[in-house]
């Protein structure tokens, strides 16, 4: 279900997986803690060092973790909570079967009983195994895919109801590219040594899991090699992860029998068939090219490559929760070789995470009614309608747009609904059906379940009141065709949102994250979908070309930001998230601004209320993270790295420059004519 969120735009990209053990630094702390800066460090050099140098020296990544920051340590103490309250529901042997409270614990409970897991080796996933040796045909081939979609996983591409997003209140079927092993489709196709290399130990794990379904040496290889050549050429016909960030050329809505005409090698009967729907209705192919290159590869593929594609894709899907040789080789090349991580988390965050995600409104529950207070959600309120207040503000004083599209924009501003904690309405769990014993059965159950759920949509209104992400994660997010901006319950703590720091703090840290959330209705994506959450074009030309003069210039700033020896940060795929954090940055300082009316608060440890406000926003991002992590990132994510986000946006920023001083001369100065001035 990876893609069900894909139009969401998140504040962080982060995997639970890459998480683990750490000590709690957020509550109990000073809001600015002076023993976290490295004063040393001239603020106009290197700002995220002079904010975050001494935290980042006493803080180096533990064995069990990629990075390390202020979003780990919270999900960290989450894990906690998350624990003590499983331990909780696993103590009521008593919970009548069917209570959510049975599914809590029997889930938990098959995924930790590693004496059962070990003595079933690959057993759970033989049935399956057999029926790919038994496919005869390319009907047969589609069929089954279209099983695998079902267990959620997704060879070749995804398929998934989402809203139109064109007519943002109906629920369409939607099919997007997918089905690489790899994280992108740059480690296929490039040519330098690094990616040729990484190649290499793709093919040897391919390898290694081959065997340990029982192929020889000789026939793993074999297969490995397949597979590896069928994903070059979907990686061939796919996106870059730049294109895929234009919304208008991903959008391609189509009748059955125009996705006939237009991928005509593959059996698309077949496929929705076996789905159990004839009638899918209107179809959005999201990457016409991709389709098209897959129907292609339909007629170019022999049966030996498409059984050893499927079967890796099932054991790359299975893996974790098989014994521990799988488990072993997964982490193998996915942890250590891709994100240059020494040490697999403990058993307990894994089930962990996947119980979270597995049951996720229902641990939310319980979650939320422990940990999130009342008053958190009523002082959220005030942030934001003083932030809404703000961007309508400086919306109106925009020098380079016309009344016209400021008019509209106001109006975009004001229909944005906000989503504050968790749902009004919990997600109901009651058919599905959860047992003690097998943590495999158990997993797919949960697939199916939610694959069921989101396939039940097509054709249906869009129930705006559902949500995206759980309470108890650790992030937010903007969905473009909602209109909507989430803050789940477990971001409003320490040092995002603190009820005893001074307002300066709160402001460069929760109202930022707020701000940003906002502004991503108006970055380079999302300007493009009008109040109602449809892809509708309200910009008049002139606006249009006003607005990308000056993105273009924060395009070129972060591409010229090297992060690690030679690598840069990509301008193109990061641009929507650069855009949010200025435009955040602008917002929120004026927002605080409004709420002081007039008045400078006394100085706290030597530091102005501006120079608390910025460093409220820089301690957010404090990290640190290994270079092999770091490489994949600057590939994948359409985030940058913490660091860029601390060094770039602020030095757009006049009020910043003037807070500390920023000369012509300083590393991290930005002559005027090449600032980004946007929202
Ligand atoms: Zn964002």
Redesign the pocket.
Known sequence: MRRLLFMA????ASSAALFADGESDGAGEKAICTKNMDASVKPGDNFFEYVNGGWIKSHPVPPEYSQYGAFTILYEENQKKLRSLIEKVSAQENAPKGSVAQKIRDFYNSGMDTVAIEKLGVKPIQKELNKIIELKNNEDVVAYMATMQRYGMAPVFYFFASADQRNSSMEIANLYQGGLGLPDVDYYLNDNESSKKLRESYVNHLTKMFQLIGENEEQAKKSADAVMAFETKLAGVSFTRVEQRDPVKNYNKMTLVQLKETAPGYDWDSFFKSLGLEDPGDINVGQIKFFKGVSDLMNETDMATWKAYLTWNLLDASANYLSDDFVKQNFEFYGKTLSGQPEMQPRWKRVLGVVSGGLGEALGQLYVEEYFPASSKERMVTLVNNLRAAFGQRVAKLDWMTDETKKKAQEKLDAITVKIGYPDKWRDYSKLEIVPGSYFDNIIAVREFGFNRNLKKIGKSVDKAEWGMTPQTVNA??NPSNNEIVFPAAILQPPFFSPDADDAVNYGAIGVVIG??MT?GFDDQGRQYDKDGNLNDWWTEADANAFKEKTDKLVALFDNYVVLDSLHVNGNLTL??NI?DLGGLNISYQAYQNSLNGKTPEPVDGLTSDQRFYMGYAQVWRQNIRPKALEQSLKTDV?SPGEARVNVPPFNIDAFIKAFNVKEGDKLYIPKDDRAYIW
């Open positions: 735009i998140v504040l962080f997010y903007y940003h959330e991503h929507g998230e949010a985030h």
